[in-house]
């Protein structure tokens, strides 16, 4: 990472910048919008009954967590046990929902 860019390749350096963190709260935010539109939809539609589809929906469900829960809450600088605690919750809780349902 802290090599130089060959002269052949400099101008398209120049074309590529990192995502800065407004940016990125920005597209996470517009992915749980459409998550979130999309997984409505699809639990609304005639086609969408059983397991499969809770199995499914709840999936979703835990990908949203994981956006807000590491974007959102700052996890993602927390501690590990803590990030550990908090996936271990989501992934109890997609049991549990997915296993009575």
């Known amino acids: 990472m802290d090599r130089p860019v060959p002269a052949a390749l400099s101008h398209l350096s120049s074309r590529l910048r990192a995502v800065t963190p407004g940016q990125l709260v920005r597209l996470v935010f517009v992915g749980l919008l459409l998550l979130t539109a999309g997984s409505s939809w699809f639990a609304e539609s005639e086609s969408a009954r ?23 809450m700052e996890l993602r600088h ?18 549990l929902i997915v296993g009575f349902s």
């Open 50 to 72: 059983g397991v499969a589809t809770t199995a499914f929906i709840m999936t979703v469900v835990a990908a949203k967590l994981h956006l807000v829960g590491m974007h959102f």
């Open 78 to 95: 927390a501690p590990f046990a803590l990030k550990l605690a908090f996936h271990g919750w989501i992934v109890v809780v997609w049991g």
